[in-house]
């Protein structure tokens, strides 16, 4: 058998041909573990998969589009947009499926959507105009620039130096200003200094980088990095899973690089609060007497291992050389937020029945929010009826993305529920 | 040629009767089935004899109604037009026992005492049902799905790979005795009763002879335990007896395991002695559940204490009223003499268990559950008592199937063997009760006699398909007519 | 190949818009060929066929509205639950109709008598749980807890968790049937009423022609809708899962559950040592360990796996004699100390000696550890499993092996390797299977040559085979065992499927596939083969 040169690199969907074509159709990527099933009831991970029920609407199937692509067969019609954009992208095939096999699910899938850019056919309309906001105006919203500072508390004083740079995100800069400003309260009360980008700070690019614009999310990781090198941060720090995701993984990605060698450090909030506690630098005061579930947002969790750049060869029996690094969600951050809920006197913590890498996504990643908020919100409502039944009053996660649809689903649904991001119940923990 | 000069081209002279005494010997049964005489009795001695019988009588259009031994109790071989009897009585040789997979080969005229007989002597045994009468076929037992005492084995029914001649007269093979060279030569060991293909053996088990003739069958055996203690729980109410069967053999204790009314028990004990059967049967109470444990090959003390301490805490745990002892009121070593009797037929060849109360014994027998099982006492107590039978009468015997997933519920009307008028009586009974027992959750998995048409009416479109499949097998209808739905 | 507009639409008025497809993009997400069981095989390249619209129904009143629709507009079906044998769960003719029954996932069960009723939708994950929280379990099979159930129990259903249970065909109890010409079944207690709980009769069993032994019937006789399967008592106490993927796996409660890994000194010892075990009557599972199994165990990819395999050699295996043996206390904890002792007195006897083994279970009881055939060499079928004895088994595997060497390369080298087997109903049986592994991207031809060998060397040794009827040339096969039970087979049917809609041409599948692939035609020498076999659908 002939060498093959390949890389891990999206821009070339020809670099996953083996793995697409070496899927087995076990639908690991569609189970949850099966060693955490539970029965029929929540026993599945996909979200598409479950709503739209055709194969096509499965990674199993996408993975079969994508070979007719690569050979030929098949363009990016109406139907195949559909096919592929109905996904959020949210990563629970990609960890199914390396339970037991070594294969990449997700990069292809992010391969396909990118193909699907590069061929003028893709992505959504909405994800264009979205595209559009952020060349226009640096966020998502297409809010003026200018506002990016705005949600900054008077008496919250950003370090001029600072080893830490809080990366706020479109999200808590316009639509969640109390997110930013726990955050920024949190890291006062932990009496760490901390800078802000100001108006060098765009958008993190995951709504391009997501929807396969790679082009254009790469604009904008140029930026943000090259500010955030200048502001010489070691760590930078933030309170939104996809601005995580997109600074810890797919910028390395997009620069051919691995997350060690971009300089600096990306920290979550939880991650970095969990440190503080288990230092005794912050402390819990105030007894919080609730019930509490945590939702592993996917860009926090199973999607968040650090980017390992890679390129060889594979050959006989398909063994790659020199080995290929495998990325499978098991080192997540999938304990520092429940250890935080443990170390808050009076919450009780609930699991759901999807936990930890099994999590069902919210709904809203991927681009599916914006391009299809119908499935968004039924994916998101699917999540709160494993909540009902563990009997939580409140769901906390690491993503205002999360909130935001959890809270569009509660309202529509009707359910009595309050919908926390990390940074507000911290906030409250530590009595400010 | 005719038929006659046909049957005796194959068989013989000497293995050839047309004599009316003994056709009348096959035209009834021990059961209050009516049939007729057949017209021919042959007794072949191979396969290849079968085959040209079937042959021949396929030509002919005349009915085959095999029978195994002259032992029956259910009517299916009490001819119903006329016809050949294939008696395979004399097909009788265990044709070889490997021990090392623990099965034995044998010929459908090898009768219970001859196999727990020559087993016995070696150290195995065969699961049997109920006291099974002594010159009755192994084969047949197995193949009309009698319910074995022991309901341990998790793999069901001890059948393996059989030869099997269909209708047509092909020559043929189940499981994995169908693979070539078997068994002189071939890899297979025939242990396997699946396939080739279809599971063709389902085709013939609970068929009354109405599908084909098995000519050998693998069956498997196991080990005599050597180490036994008895225990008997002793109930009023067979309502209070249905709950602590289940959970003993949720948890496993224990080889046989049943529960019998006292009549039964008395009848087994005394065998039927009229004193002592009558004293016993008012010394016991009601209902008895018999539970033997046994050691296995090794350490089978051990096996026997672990398993008596698990039964006595689950009775302090979970059962504190239950009476369990490890002897019977009015009769000494009760235990022991179970143990004895139930891994062997019955001692008597002369006179069936059955037929010592008062001559006669009519049986209705279903699959259910054994929660349903007052339920169903109910039923057929009052349907009795409507028509006259006295309940005193009645024998009732509730056999757990696979650790009590479901019950093999068996009651016995004793009849006096020349009272036609209460031979008349039962019959209604029988068929009444059956009736309403459809509807209450009894399973006739074996309708035998009457009570295939209410039980093949109900099951209607079963009732379709499965004639489909008989004319596959049997277009003329040959086999055995007017059993089941043929 | 397209399906009429006018079925089409009744169909769509059926099952709603919602559950119908015929878009090109959809179907080609069931292609079959290169992937999964038997990945690239020369009969899932000549034999898949996209279908021409899947639909997906959810009730059996729906299913069997669409086989008549079916049978109406002369349109051949195949049904399929998870399609994890891809190569078998694609169409193999033009314009077929593909029934998804995923939607089919009705699942209760009854406790007290140890049987769950099961749709189509339903896979052993989600069975075994539910059972385990009620004290009781079922066999999940080699295949994975991903596989269907009812898929599972009429086509294989063999795992060493069938060590007390043995033969699959026998834990069925009340089934329900749509046949091809649209006729419903139900056998057993279902026959009467809504309880599925027995599944004898009444009187001849109709199940005996819904499932032999493996493969069945693969969709070709129409469409299983529910069954009752048996479950089994088990201990009272919770397997905790835990660990984070890969690493999940179950902790077994250490008082009722044990796996214990035994070595013994050569190979004759260990099938003694499962024959005595038999005899005695213990534990509740009995396998021989592979050594490529124990590599896999220890690998999460093909690099690990080949730096560890490369250094394992014919000396290595010749050595590796592993009995894995599984102990549960059903009765009590006194019970498991009970055949743990018994057990060490058989292995004292033998030479066996314990091994240290994980208290844990990652791979038999509720996980799809089957996956990890295909981590080796990306491509992996079993050329047999079937259940005779233990000697045959390991005679059986002997032979594979023997012959095996002549087409290694292609296969992947495995050191001479017996195949693999275990102890089924307490020792009266074996089940030996034998996996073979090749890279899907090479000349596959010599793999086909391979598993075509492997049924004539049945017949020349009179071994059993699980191919009676599908996944072998059913004309080669069927006139050597019954003999001719391939003609009763067909007759069956014919009778039930005039039409030939059910999955043509399952199940002489095998035989056309022969016939089309010329490499296959040197090798083409019985009696009456398939040929120029026309697609009656066609005409």
Not at chain 2, 147 to 171: C, F, H, K, R, S
Request: net charge neutral.
């Amino acid at each position: 058998m002939k060498e093959e040169k390949i890389k891990l690199n999206v821009t070339e969907i020809e670099n996953f041909y083996y793995d697409i074509t070496r899927c087995i159709r076990c639908k690991g990527c569609k189970w949850v573990d099966h060693i955490y099933m539970p029965g029929v009831k929540f026993s599945t991970r996909c979200p598409s998969e479950k709503r739209y029920l055709f194969d096509s609407y499965s990674a199993y199937g996408r993975l079969k589009l994508a070979q007719a692509v690569i050979e030929g067969r098949l363009d990016f019609s109406e139907k195949m947009l559909d096919a592929i954009y109905k996904c959020q992208l949210c990563g629970a095939c990609d960890v199914g499926c390396k339970r037991n096999l070594d294969l990449e699910i997700e990069l292809p899938l992010e391969a396909l959507r990118i193909r699907a850019v590069e061929s003028g056919k893709g992505p959504m309309p909405q994800h264009k105009q979205i595209a559009g906001n952020i060349e226009e105006t640096h966020n998502r919203f297409d809010a003026p620039h200018g506002n990016r500072q705005k949600w900054l508390p008077a008496d919250v004083k950003p370090a001029r130096k600072a080893d830490i740079v809080y990366f706020v995100g479109c999200s808590a800069s316009y639509a969640h200003p109390e997110i930013a400003e726990a955050t920024a309260r949190i890291l006062n009360a932990a009496k760490s200094d901390f800078m802000l980008l100001g108006s060098e700070e765009w958008c993190c690019g995951y709504p391009l980088y997501i929807t396969g614009q790679i082009e254009a999310a790469k604009k904008n990781a140029q930026h943000n990095t090259e500010a955030i090198r200048k502001s010489g941060a070691g760590v930078v720090l933030v309170s939104c899973a996809e601005g995580y995701r997109m600074l810890k993984v797919n910028y390395p990605k997009m620069f051919n690089k691995s997350t060690t060698e971009m300089g600096f450090k990306v920290v979550h909030l939880t991650e970095y609060v969990d440190e503080l506690v288990k230092k005794g630098t912050l402390k819990f005061t105030k007894k919080m007497d609730l019930r509490v579930t945590y939702h592993d947002a996917c860009n926090l969790s199973r999607l968040s291992e650090p980017w390992i750049y890679w390129e060889g060869t594979r050959g006989e029996w398909g063994v790659t050389n020199p080995p290929m690094p495998r990325r499978r969600g098991t080192n997540g951050i999938y304990q520092q937020p429940r250890d935080i809920i443990k170390s808050i006197p009076g919450l009780e913590l609930v699991e759901m029945v999807r936990f930890r890498e099994n999590a069902w996504c919210c709904g809203a990643g991927g681009g599916v929010k914006e391009a299809f908020p119908d499935f968004a919100l039924w994916t998101a409502s699917e999540r709160l009826e494993e909540v009902k039944e563990t009997g939580a009053e409140i769901i906390v996660t690491g993503c205002p993305w999360c909130k935001d649809n959890f809270n569009d689903a509660v309202k529509k649904d009707d359910i009595n529920l309050k919908v926390y991001d990390f940074s507000e119940l911290i906030l409250q923990a530590i009595s400010l | 040629m005719n038929v006659k000069e046909g049957l005796i081209g194959i068989v013989g002279n000497e293995n050839f009767s047309d004599n009316p005494q003994e056709l009348t010997f096959y035209s009834h049964d021990s059961s209050l089935t009516r049939g007729c005489r057949p017209t021919y009795l042959i007794k072949p001695k191979s396969g290849q004899e079968i085959s040209k019988i079937m042959k021949l009588a396929n030509e002919s259009r005349i009915p085959v109604i095999p029978c195994s031994s002259r032992v029956h109790f259910y009517g299916n071989t009490v001819p119903k037009l006329g016809g050949i009897v294939v008696d395979l009585s004399g097909m009788n040789k265990i044709l070889d026992i490997d021990e090392r997979n623990r099965k034995v080969r044998i010929e459908p005229g090898v009768t219970w005492s001859q196999m727990v007989g020559e087993l016995g002597i070696m150290g195995y045994r065969v699961m049997t049902p109920l006291l099974p009468h002594p010159a009755r076929s192994v084969l047949t037992s197995y193949l009309e799905r009698e319910v074995p005492l022991v309901p341990v084995y998790e793999y069901g029914e001890p059948m393996g790979g059989a030869e099997v001649v269909w209708p047509n007269g092909d020559i043929f093979r189940t499981g994995s005795a169908s693979a070539p060279g078997y068994p002189e030569s071939a890899g297979s060991k025939g242990a396997n009763f699946e396939g080739p293909g279809l599971n063709f053996i389902y085709l013939i088990k609970g068929a009354q002879g109405t599908m084909g003739i098995v000519t050998w069958a693998n069956v498997k055996f196991e080990y005599l335990p050597k180490v036994n203690k008895t225990f008997f729980g002793l109930f009023d109410d067979l309502e209070k007896a249905v709950k602590p069967l289940y959970r003993i053999q949720r948890l496993k204790i224990g080889q046989e395991c049943f529960l019998m009314n006292n009549l039964n028990l008395a009848l087994i004990l005394t065998e039927g002695k009229k004193e002592e059967f009558e004293k016993l049967k008012m010394a016991l109470p009601p209902w008895i559940l018999v539970l033997i444990l046994s050691g296995l090959r090794r350490r089978p003390d051990e096996k026997i204490e672990l398993e008596e301490r698990a039964l006595m805490k689950l009775r302090s745990e979970e059962f504190r009223e239950m009476k369990i002892s490890t002897a019977l009121p009015g009769i000494p070593s009760a235990g022991m003499k179970l143990q004895d009797l139930l891994r062997k037929p019955w001692p008597n060849k002369e006179i069936y268990w059955k037929h010592l109360y008062r001559g006669g014994c009519e049986d209705l027998f279903f699959i259910g559950k054994a929660i349903d099982a007052p339920k169903f006492q109910e039923i057929v107590e009052k349907v009795a008592l409507k028509n006259g039978y006295p309940r005193e009468h009645l024998g009732c015997y509730l056999q757990p199937i696979e650790y009590a997933r479901a019950c093999h519920v068996e009651f016995n009307f004793y009849y006096e063997a020349d009272n036609i008028k209460e031979i008349e009586i039962i019959r209604r009974i029988k068929l009444e009760a059956a009736k309403i027992l459809l509807d209450q959750g009894a399973f006739f998995t074996r309708p035998y006699g009457d009570l295939a048409n209410p039980v093949y009416e109900k099951a209607a479109t079963y009732t379709a398909v499965l004639k489909r499949v008989k004319n596959i097998f049997d277009p003329n209808n040959i086999m055995n007519p007017g059993n089941l739905c043929f | 190949m397209s399906i009429s507009e006018e079925a089409y639409r009744v169909m769509e008025d059926i099952v709603g818009a919602g559950y119908i497809s015929s878009d090109a993009v959809d179907m080609e997400a069931y292609r079959g060929g290169v992937e999964g069981y038997g990945a690239s095989m020369g009969f899932a390249k000549v034999m898949s066929r996209l279908p021409a619209a899947v639909i997906m129904p959810k009730t059996t009143e729906e299913v069997q509205k669409i086989v008549r629709v079916c049978n109406l507009f002369k349109i051949p079906f195949i049904p399929v639950s998870t399609m994890f044998w891809l190569a078998q769960s694609v169409p193999h003719v033009e314009g077929s109709l593909l029934i998804d029954l995923k939607r089919m996932d009705k699942l209760e069960i009854d406790e007290e008598h140890m049987y769950a009723l099961v749709e189509s939708g339903v896979i052993y994950s989600q069975l075994q749980e539910q059972a385990m929280r009620r004290g009781l379990y079922t066999t999940v099979p080699g295949g994975g807890s991903q596989v269907s159930v009812i898929a599972n129990m009429l086509d294989c259903g063999f795992s060493p968790l069938n060590f007390r249970n043995g033969f699959p065909s026998r834990r069925l109890l009340g089934i329900e049937w749509v046949l091809p010409d649209g006729e419903i079944l139900r056998t057993g207690s279902l026959a009467f009423s809504d309880d599925p709980f027995w599944g004898e009769g009444p009187g001849p069993e109709l199940r005996g022609i819904l499932r032999g032994n493996a493969p069945g019937w693969n969709g070709s006789f129409g469409i299983c809708t529910q069954m009752a399967i048996k479950l089994s008592p088990f201990q009272p106490e919770k397997l905790e899962p835990s660990g984070i993927s890969p690493h999940t796996t179950l902790q077994l409660p250490p008082k009722r559950m044990r796996w214990i890994n035994f070595t013994l000194p050569d190979r004759e010892a260990l099938i003694n040592a499962m024959y005595k075990i038999g005899e005695a009557e213990v534990s509740a599972a009995m396998t021989k360990v592979p050594i490529f199994f124990r590599v896999v165990a220890k690998s999460e990819s093909k690099e690990d796996f080949w730096e560890l395999w490369r250094k394992e050699s014919e000396e290595s295996l010749a050595k590796f004699h592993v009995l894995r043996v599984l102990l549960i206390g059903y009765t009590s904890e006194e019970q498991l100390d009970y055949e743990e002792r018994v057990l060490m007195d058989i292995m004292g006897e033998l030479g066996g000696e314990p091994r240290r083994t994980k208290p844990t279970d990652e791979s038999w009881f509720k996980n799809a550890d089957s996956a990890g055939m295909w981590l080796m060499a990306g491509g992996y079928i079993s050329v047999e499993y079937c259940l005779e004895t233990i000697e045959s088994a390991a005679q059986q595997g002997e032979d594979y092996a023997t012959l095996k060497k002549q087409y290694t390369p292609p296969l992947m080298a495995d050191y001479g390797d017996p195949g693999w087997f275990q102890s089924i109903e307490i020792g009266h049986g074996g089940y030996f299977e034998f996996l073979i592994f090749y890279d899907p991207r090479e000349d596959t031809n010599r793999v086909d040559h391979f598993y075509l060998e492997t049924a004539k060397l049945n017949i020349k040794k009179g071994h059993w085979t699980s191919f009676c009827g599908s996944s072998q040339p059913i004309r080669l096969i069927g006139p050597a065992y019954g003999p001719n039970f391939h003609l009763w087979m067909m007759k069956v049917k014919e009778t039930f499927d005039v039409n030939s809609l059910s999955n043509p041409p399952v199940p002489y599948e095998h035989d056309v596939f022969i016939d089309r692939a010329e490499w296959m035609h040197p090798l083409e020498d019985w009696k009456d083969p398939i040929k120029d076999w026309k697609d009656p659908n066609m005409e």
